[in-house]
């Protein structure tokens, strides 16, 4: 089945720089990657999502890059805010029917002033 | 915005109690599913269900789990005889055609 890597664990930043979080996969079916951001003892929300037939997605400070020869996608946070602290995960599937997502480990981003 | 929602929000049983959490999906979606994630760890993949039955399920649901939509509106996991390693933060989430998940607030699990 998929599995689904990710880095860093933790992740500290200053205000106004960007973030980088990584992820690999290794099913090579897999063709969409949706990346959830969790605050504390909340759902996990949909923030940004890729095909794999693109290569980059943006959504205003959010973006998304896939490279799927490597099997590896990133999430790259521009302008960090302090409300960007929390727990974001990647996840990967093969979009056939139900959407199985096998969650990355998790990165705890922190913003700090 | 349409959200999935869940009950209980927490839940606290004794070990060998059966627990159902509840779910009602987003109205027009097609595909539900449960996962499950223990405090500090990543979110799990337990079962999906479409067309009222299984799509498929995880390792982790064993014989003890069932799902069930009883109505046109519900979605629930049953848990039969409950264990101290159940003790979980269970999320419902639906999705249309398979690609967006939408979860629910979840249901923090406490068994004792």
């Known amino acids: 089945g998929e599995n689904v890597e990710q880095h860093p664990s933790t992740l500290s930043v200053q205000e106004g720089d960007s973030a980088v979080i990584k992820c690999t996969y290794s099913?090579?079916?897999?063709?969409?990657f949706p990346w959830y951001k969790q605050e504390l003892g909340k759902r996990p929300q949909l923030i940004i999502d890729i095909r794999s037939n693109v290569g980059e997605k943006k959504d205003q400070r959010i973006a998304v890059t896939l490279n799927k020869t490597a099997k590896h996608f990133s999430l790259h946070i521009t302008e960090t805010q302090p409300e960007d602290s929390a727990v974001y995960f990647c996840a990967a599937t093969y979009t056939g029917t139900a959407s199985k997502l096998t969650f990355g480990t998790g990165t705890r981003l922190q913003v700090t002033l | 915005e349409p959200e999935v929602t869940q009950t209980p929000s927490h839940q606290v049983t004794q070990m060998g109690q059966e627990v159902i959490l509840r779910c009602v999906p987003i109205?027009?979606?097609?595909?539900f599913y449960w996962y499950r994630q223990i405090l500090g760890q990543k979110v799990e993949f337990l079962v999906s269900?479409?067309?009222?039955?299984?799509?498929?399920k995880s390792e982790i649901f064993d014989d003890q789990f069932s799902v069930e939509r009883p109505d046109g509106s519900n979605f629930t996991l049953k848990i039969r005889s409950t264990k101290l390693e159940d003790s979980a933060m269970y999320f419902c989430?639906?999705?249309?055609?398979?690609?967006?998940?939408?979860f629910g607030s979840g249901t923090q699990l406490s068994v004792l």
């Open positions: 109205s027009n979606h097609l595909y």
């Open positions: 099913d090579s079916a897999s063709n969409y």
């Open positions: 269900f479409y067309n009222n039955e299984i799509s498929e």
């Open positions: 989430a639906s999705s249309g055609y398979g690609e967006k998940l939408f």
